[in-house]
């Protein structure tokens, strides 16, 4: 399941939403405490619909990036949890916030979590 997570970039938008969520179900009956793995299903299914609008609804992206937070926060990964927090701002036009959790990663030593925000969203500046 590790190796699906990595291949969802490879795949169609709507492919790699039919296996990302084929691969949450089966977490949930296979490894329901790699909340880590988990986590990056979710993050990577909520940036997908991001860049692809027309695979998901805009209430399913706004659910996985949700989902994808309280995840990273109950496995003490704070600097998933400000990226996905990032991700859902910049979807919802929050640049200033999303600027400030950029800024904030940078200040808790996570620069290369933070890299991977302004290489995602070019519009939040270095």
């Known amino acids: ?22 691969v949450i179900k089966r977490l949930e009956h296979y490894a329901p405490d790699d909340l880590l793995l988990k986590n990056a299903i979710y993050v990577n299914l909520g940036y ?8 998901l609804s805009k209430k399913t992206i706004v659910q996985y990036l949700t989902t994808s937070i309280k995840i990273a926060k109950d496995a003490h990964r704070y600097d998933l949890h400000l990226l996905s927090r990032i991700r859902l701002a910049v979807f919802e036009c929050k640049y200033a916030e999303a600027r400030k959790l950029c800024h904030l990663l940078e200040l808790i030593g996570a620069d290369n979590i933070a890299r991977i925000a302004y290489e995602d969203f070019p519009i939040l500046g270095n």
């Open 1 to 22: 399941m590790k190796i699906i997570n990595n291949l969802l970039y490879i795949f169609d938008p709507q492919t790699a939403q039919k296996v990302g969520k084929k």
């Open 48 to 55: 997908l619909g991001m860049k692809h609008p027309d695979t």
